[in-house]
Each structure stands twice: as C-alpha cells, then as structure tokens.
C-alpha cells in the first residue's frame, strides 16, 4: 500500500459543498466590482523576495516572522509566496507601464501565504479580493470606495458591520509624531512588554496596534497623529469625512487605526464585523501614494483595500445569508435496452435549455434511483424505460407533488420551458 498524505496545516482544501458558497459570492463580487468600473488583473504567486521586503516594511511581523521565503535551488533566486496582493499589482502596473498618461481601477482574487499560527478565520493559505485605484488624487476616490464597500455590505445582507478611519498624514508628519512616540515611550518602558520595547525604535507607529491588555492605557494616552497633521492632511482627511457624512455613512475615528503595512498615508480604514463573537476585521485598506515611488516609479496617487474571503464567507453563514443548497433541475432515470442512449440524447436537448440536468449513471433499481433524484434536489425525474424509448416519450414525475405525465418526445422542451417559467 502506497504512502496516504495529508494536507498542510493551515492550507485547506475546499470541497465540493463549500465551493458553491465561494462561486455564488466571487459571482457577485465580480458583478459589483464591474458596476464600479473596475477591471481584473492576474499576477504570479511567487514574487522576488524584495518586492515585499521593501513595500512592506522589514520591521513588521509579515517580513519578520511570516513570510513563506526561499531561495531557487536552480539560479539562486530569493523568491516569496505573496503573503498580500498591493505590492504585485503595483509591480505589475509599473513594469508594464499601466500608469502612463492613464488611471487604472483593478482587482484581483486569488490565495495569499502567511505562516501564522491557525485559528478560526485565520490561515496560512487564505484568499483575499483586493481593488486597486491608481492615479486618483481624491478624497473622493477615498470616498467612493467606501460608498461601494458599503454598497456590498448591504447586497449580501450584512448590517453588524462597523467602519473605523483614521488619517496618517505624510511621511514628514509621521516622522514628527514617530518622534513624539518614542520619548513618550521611553518615559514609560517599565509599561512596555518585550515587543512594543523592540519596536520602540524601528517602528513605535504598531506599538499603538498592541493587544496587551496592560498597555492599553498606555497607547490610548499615547500622542495622537492628527494632532500632527498639517493643513494639506488635514483637509483630505475632512474632504473624506465631509462625502461620508453627506452620504450618511456612519464611522467611528479610530486614532490607532494604523494597519500593519509601512506603505500606507492620509486615509486608512477598517470594516469591523462581532458576527463571530470577538471583533474581526473583515475588510482593510487605505491610500499608499509613495509605495509607487519606491518600487521605482513616479509620484502618483493609489488607494485600494482587501476583504479576506474565508473571513466574509464565515459571516455570511452565521446570518444565514448564503444560498440554499445548490440542487438539480431534472435528474434521468432509466433501465432497460436502448435506455442509456435515449437518455444521453434527452440530458442533451434538455440542457440546451439551460437546466440543470443529472443523468444517472451506475444503473441501480428504480427505487435506488428514485431516491438519487430525491436526493439531487430536482424538481422533476424524468423516466425512461424500455415501452417510454420504443413509444418516443418520457414519463415527468413531480417530485414535490408526486404526480406523473406521459409527455411525447416532440413535445417535451415546451411542457419543461412552461414548467420552469410558472
């Protein structure tokens, strides 16, 4: 007997019953994203270790702790699994010069690779939608994604959720209160745990995003950014504020609103969902204008965000909002000579029509499969038995009514097309 394997822990497979939930929402994500204007972009999974290094930031727990990294046994290459999306599409975008004289709105969907530690909601091979809009200066483009986001909200039925902004300025405001964070924490290092005291210097911006429940006074007397902001910042944040109020979207100013990533400035925002019992962050983003510069291109404008998909799929269960199981129009059934031949040609016509149309194969009794049809869902079990193929005609049982019908062959799309339409 051969070696039987397992999967990877944190990297699951998604079988038959749980992918027709992810195909109905990738459904109507695509649909609401193309209402917006966007346009789909395809990148690699694997990246030069670099690309990520240098748009993320070295000192954040994804360089330091999570990435899956490796060097190619072949040429040497130091290559990385893409633990998040931004940073490939903006090479992309750059390498192919998407940004010329143009505006680009994109998005993409696919796996991401972190290796954290795994738990409800969270895996080391996950899924994220993410959305791009390059060349926008806003704050209405700031804005219009959020109008969407909320638009989404309210397609899929979810009203638990909970927007949080914040502003950060630019990269000279930040360095002024980075500043101000640094002596406020060094004045109180003996409140600071072995983390936050590694970060007091390479980056005290995400001791402000501790969990530590004995910090917490600590952050929340902590110098506020926005007390840092200059007119320009100040004004593109209000600018902001001011669409959302006037499309009566409600937030909550979160000051330690900062997200993981270094490429972030001006707006950030978080939707926050309890559905799960904890708070989860269901969806993240925010504007990114110098990560364009530093991956080699000129200055310009960029905002974009992710919803993890494991995450929405969670909650959209919890409230009962996914579709009812998926089931079958028509399931054949049929025994006796010629029978197997007749109902090839019969699930053919009748997909045509653009049913759904299970034929059953591995023949059985009539009752074994009737109760495969029962079991399908349909709402009809076509029959065909020898006097049905030698007479041209079926017999219709309807499965909810359990009533019959002998329908001549001619004559069988019509009576289906005027069943279906009722």
Same mark, same amino acid.
């Given at each position: 007997?051969?070696?039987?394997?397992?999967?990877?822990?944190?990297?699951?497979?998604?079988?038959?019953?749980?992918?027709?939930?992810?195909?109905?929402?990738?459904?109507?994500?695509?649909?609401?994203?193309?209402?917006?204007?966007?346009?789909?972009?395809?990148?690699?999974?694997?990246?030069?270790?670099?690309?990520?290094?240098?748009?993320?930031?070295?000192?954040?727990?994804?360089?330091?702790?999570?990435?899956?990294?490796?060097?190619?046994?072949?040429?040497?290459?130091?290559?990385?699994? @893409?633990?998040?999306?931004?940073?490939?599409?903006?090479?992309?975008?750059?390498?192919?010069?998407?940004? %010329?004289?143009?505006?680009?709105?994109?998005?993409?969907?696919?796996?991401?690779? @972190?290796?954290?530690?795994?738990?409800?909601?969270?895996?080391?091979?996950?899924?994220?939608?993410?959305?791009?809009?390059?060349?926008?200066?806003?704050?209405?483009?700031?804005?219009?994604?959020?109008?969407?986001?909320?638009?989404?909200?309210?397609?899929?039925?979810?009203?638990?959720?909970?927007?949080?902004?914040?502003?950060?300025?630019?990269?000279?405001?930040?360095?002024?209160?980075?500043?101000?964070?640094?002596?406020?924490?060094?004045?109180?290092?003996?409140?600071?745990?072995?983390?936050?005291?590694?970060?007091?210097?390479?980056?005290?911006?995400?001791?402000?995003?501790?969990?530590?429940?004995?910090?917490?006074?600590?952050?929340?007397?902590?110098?506020?950014?926005?007390?840092?902001?200059?007119?320009?910042?100040?004004?593109?944040?209000?600018?902001?504020?001011?669409?959302?109020?006037?499309?009566?979207?409600? %937030?909550?100013?979160?000051?330690?609103?900062? @997200?993981?990533?270094?490429? %972030?400035?001006?707006?950030?925002?978080?939707?926050?969902?309890?559905?799960?019992?904890?708070?989860?962050?269901?969806?993240?983003?925010? @504007?990114?204008?110098?990560?364009?510069?530093?991956?080699?291109?000129?200055?310009?404008?960029?905002?974009?965000?992710?919803?993890?998909?494991?995450?929405?799929?969670?909650?959209?269960?919890?409230?009962?909002?996914?579709?009812?199981?998926?089931?079958?129009?028509?399931?054949?059934?049929?025994?006796?000579?010629?029978?197997?031949?007749?109902?090839?040609?019969?699930?053919?016509?009748?997909?045509?029509?653009?049913?759904?149309?299970?034929?059953?194969?591995?023949?059985?009794?009539?009752?074994?499969?009737?109760?495969?049809?029962?079991?399908?869902?349909?709402?009809?079990?076509?029959?065909?038995?020898?006097?049905?193929?030698?007479?041209?005609?079926?017999?219709?049982?309807?499965?909810?009514?359990?009533?019959?019908?002998?329908?001549?062959?001619?004559?069988?799309?019509?009576?289906?097309?005027?069943?279906?339409?009722?």
């Amino acid at each position: 007997m051969g070696q039987k394997f397992t999967g990877i822990k944190g990297m699951n497979d998604i079988l038959p019953e749980q992918s027709k939930s992810w195909l109905w929402l990738e459904d109507k994500l695509r649909e609401w994203l193309g209402r917006y204007g966007y346009n789909n972009i395809r990148t690699p999974i694997l990246e030069d270790t670099g690309l990520f290094t240098r748009s993320i930031g070295e000192v954040t727990d994804i360089v330091e702790k999570e990435m899956y990294s490796f060097t190619d046994s072949l040429n040497g290459d130091k290559l990385t699994l @893409r633990p998040e999306g931004t940073a490939g599409t903006l090479r992309a975008v750059l390498e192919h010069s998407l940004l %010329y004289n143009a505006t680009q709105k994109l998005w993409y969907i696919g796996p991401m690779f @972190r290796h954290e530690r795994p738990q409800k909601g969270r895996y080391r091979q996950f899924h994220q939608l993410g959305v791009e809009a390059l060349g926008f200066q806003g704050p209405d483009i700031d804005a219009e994604i959020i109008v969407m986001l909320n638009d989404l909200w309210q397609k899929l039925g979810l009203t638990n959720v909970e927007l949080h902004i914040n502003c950060l300025g630019n990269s000279e405001e930040r360095a002024t209160h980075r500043n101000a964070l640094i002596s406020y924490f060094e004045a109180n290092q003996n409140i600071l745990d072995e983390e936050a005291k590694r970060r007091l210097h390479s980056n005290p911006l995400r001791i402000l995003d501790t969990k530590n429940p004995n910090m917490q006074d600590l952050v929340t007397n902590a110098p506020r950014l926005i007390d840092y902001l200059g007119d320009q910042s100040l004004a593109h944040y209000n600018g902001w504020k001011n669409y959302l109020d006037n499309m009566q979207i409600s %937030y909550v100013e979160n000051p330690r609103l900062v @997200r993981g990533l270094d490429y %972030y400035n001006l707006s950030v925002f978080e939707w926050i969902s309890s559905d799960l019992g904890a708070q989860s962050t269901i969806c993240g983003g925010g @504007r990114y204008d110098p990560l364009i510069v530093e991956l080699g291109g000129k200055d310009n404008y960029a905002i974009g965000f992710a919803i993890g998909l494991e995450r929405l799929l969670m909650i959209l269960e919890a409230n009962r909002l996914l579709p009812e199981k998926d089931v079958a129009d028509i399931y054949i059934v049929y025994d006796g000579k010629n029978t197997d031949l007749a109902a090839f040609k019969v699930a053919s016509q009748l997909r045509l029509l653009d049913l759904k149309v299970i034929q059953n194969f591995g023949g059985g009794s009539f009752k074994a499969q009737f109760k495969r049809a029962d079991t399908s869902g349909a709402r009809i079990a076509l029959v065909l038995g020898e006097n049905e193929v030698e007479a041209s005609q079926v017999v219709l049982k309807y499965m909810t009514t359990q009533e019959q019908e002998i329908i001549p062959l001619d004559r069988l799309s019509d009576v289906i097309i005027n069943y279906f339409n009722k």
